[in-house]
């Protein structure tokens, strides 16, 4: 508790001569521009090779998602449909162990993927990566759901229990636990712990500081950049971390009752404004899809080549999705069910819909503009006004609605991810109350100054910090990958030989079984 105490009595240092000054324009860029810096050079090292410079770290996500998917014989394709049935209900069991159902784990999941890099993040990896990157980030998505099966597969396999009946689960217990399984019990305990702290740091970027600050940019931009807004970011943040915290000392499932309410909501209605400015851009929709191929495998890419594409497209990718990183697993580990497979055939529905559904129709959107209007590019907007500006080229009114489902999209992801740190902090220092209040607290107040910083260090930060789980994630996953295979060819042997009945097959049974008795009788 004493380093969380010293950690907001620094941060409160910190902000406070910034928030005094806030009306005159000064804001914690000083504080967090020597962090990024570091940060980034450090995670992201690269090396030169073929002519163009690697990010190691991102080769190792790419490896992770390609393993996967050959070795699990294409399990996003061919198990897809399964996906969506067990989503639906098809295959409920309420006898099961688990806090939440499949529809529930897999919105919780959700709302901690589809936040503001779904909007904000798409013309980012554009204007550094050109637009093949966006290639890329299909791709990643594509061969990440393999990799995010794996993940909660395990995760829901090796999840434990508290006293009151409530899960732990994520990829610190299946290192720590699967490892130890294999006569590996040190490096287990290793890893499980140095991926709970490089959580418990990478949820303060990516679900936290990011979601706060373009949500402040998107209400900047809706009151056109001028105004009294200009110098409230202090008390956005504020109010986001304190609806933010009400949320989140529910527990997982408060959080799964708010994701289900809100998730489709928020998903339906950034669709449909995609829909309605798409049609509008439709004879530039084709083109588009032509550049965005086009410019995946030419050396004009982002000027450093395909390589550079790859790159940002990956790291936008995982950025969104989160596969390879193992977080979104500790949602779904509470999952009810017994089959632990089943939670990782819903897991691939994750990736699919917030980068190759959401994210795809975002960069649309910014993709087909940059082509309407050529100067769209050079205009100096970044992030979220970027996005906001190609929505509202066909409707003033677009700023809105795309407010309303931006101020979701940041909400809901920073509940899940301070659900998915808290229980990180949890397995490091145990589950103390009021340790774990303290951590919430903190959480909050992260939150809070993310309203106050530059979307360039924001950015940064969030990337290197969340990018150091997936270092022992992707170590379990290659030890572990064949304990997944064997669960996998089990389940599928029981589902196709009829062993496993679905909902609706089980009360057939049961109406065929009570109907043979009368019909003896009446005989």
């Known amino acids: ?50 002519g163009n410079d690697w990010s190691l770290i991102v080769c190792l996500l ?22 969506v049935r067990l989503a ?19 919105c919780s999941a959700i709302s901690g993927t589809v936040g503001m890099s779904n909007i904000a993040g798409v013309p980012i990896a554009i204007m550094i990566g050109g637009p093949g990157a966006i290639f890329w980030m299909m791709f990643a998505a594509f061969i990440g759901m393999s990799a995010k099966f794996t993940e909660c597969t395990l995760a829901t396999k090796y999840r434990t229990y508290k006293e009151d009946g409530t899960v732990k689960g994520g990829p610190m217990y299946y290192l720590s636990q699967g490892l130890a399984a294999r006569g590996m019990e040190g490096l287990g305990k290793f890893v499980g712990k ?20 373009q949500i402040y940019n998107q209400l900047k931009t809706m009151c056109n950049n001028e105004g009294a807004i200009m110098h409230l970011g202090w008390l956005v943040g504020l109010i986001g971390a304190v609806i933010v915290g009400i949320v989140i000392i529910g527990g997982m499932k408060r959080i799964a009752s708010m994701a289900t309410r809100i998730v489709p909501v928020m998903v339906f209605t950034y669709l449909a404004l995609v829909a309605m400015v ?32 790859m790159m940002i497209g990956f ?38 819909i ?54 979701l999209f940041g909400f809901t992801c920073a509940v899940s991810w301070a659900y998915y740190g808290l229980k990180a902090f949890e397995y490091i220092v145990g589950e103390d109350p009021k340790l774990g209040l303290g951590y919430n607290i903190f959480y909050c107040l992260v939150y809070w100054s993310g309203a106050m910083i530059n979307l360039k260090y924001v950015v940064n930060i969030a990337d290197a910090l969340i990018f150091v789980v997936c270092i022992p994630n992707i170590i379990g996953l290659y030890i572990m990958a064949p304990e997944v295979k064997e669960e996998l060819n089990n389940y599928l042997a029981r589902l196709n030989s009829g062993k496993i009945l ?7 049974l049961v109406a065929t079984k009570a109907s043979k008795p009368a019909m003896a009788t009446s005989r």
């Open 278 to 309: 798409l049609l509008l851009n439709g004879s530039f929709i084709l083109p588009a899809i032509k550049l965005i191929i086009a410019d995946a495998f030419t050396a004009k890419a982002a000027g450093g080549g395909i390589a550079a594409a």
């Open 194 to 213: 140095f991926y709970a702290w490089g959580l418990v740091l990478g949820c303060l970027g990516i679900g936290n500081l990011f979601q706060s600050n």
């Open 315 to 352: 790291q936008r990718a995982a950025f969104s999705n989160e596969c390879g990183l193992g977080t979104a697993a500790i949602a779904h580990s509470a999952v009810q069910t017994d089959e632990p497979v089943t939670e990782g055939f819903v897991s691939m529905i994750e990736p699919f």
């Open 62 to 83: 790419i490896s992770a998602g390609l393993f996967c998917t050959c070795y699990l014989g294409f399990i996003n394709i061919r198990g897809f449909k399964h996906a």
């Open 88 to 106: 639906k209900g098809d295959y409920i069991d309420d006898h099961a162990a688990g806090e939440v159902s499949h529809f529930g784990a897999l």
């Open 354 to 407: 917030d980068t190759i559904v959401v994210q795809f129709a975002t960069a649309l959107v910014v993709v087909t503009t940059m082509i309407a209007v050529p100067e769209y590019v050079n205009m100096g907007l970044q992030g979220m006004p970027m996005s906001s500006w190609a929505f509202e080229r066909h409707f003033s009114f677009a700023v809105y609605p795309l407010t309303f489902a931006a101020i």
């Open 502 to 508: 679905s909902s609706r097959e089980k009360r057939k």
């Open 1 to 50: 508790m004493k380093f969380l105490f010293k950690a907001i009595v620094l941060l409160l240092a910190a902000a406070t001569p910034a928030f005094a000054e806030t009306k005159k324009g000064v804001s914690l860029d000083h504080v967090f521009e020597p962090i990024s810096n570091f940060l980034t050079g450090f995670i992201f090292y690269k090396v030169h090779l073929f």
